[in-house]
């Protein structure tokens, strides 16, 4: 199943590659790198929170 899946991607990359001279696969990537770069920033600034907080004092 992977290996059509993979062969699909290959071939509609080929073809816009040859088409539109990859004006679709360019913004695709572009899409995915944006919110790959969105997803880690809010990691950093969760992260960045969480070490801030003061611990809760037992008594």
Same mark, same amino acid.
């Given at each position: 199943?992977?290996?059509?899946?993979?062969?699909?991607?290959?071939?509609?990359?080929?073809?816009?590659?040859? $088409?539109?001279?990859?004006?679709?696969?360019?913004?695709?990537?572009?899409?995915?790198?944006?919110?790959?770069?969105?997803?880690?920033?809010? $990691?950093?600034?969760?992260?960045?929170?969480?070490?801030?907080?003061?611990?809760?004092?037992?008594?």
């Amino acid at each position: 199943m992977f290996r059509i899946l993979l062969l699909v991607a290959v071939i509609l990359i080929g073809y816009d590659a040859i $088409a539109h001279q990859g004006s679709h696969t360019r913004s695709a990537w572009a899409s995915v790198v944006g919110l790959t770069d969105s997803a880690v920033t809010s $990691a950093k600034q969760l992260g960045q929170e969480t070490r801030e907080e003061p611990a809760p004092l037992r008594p």
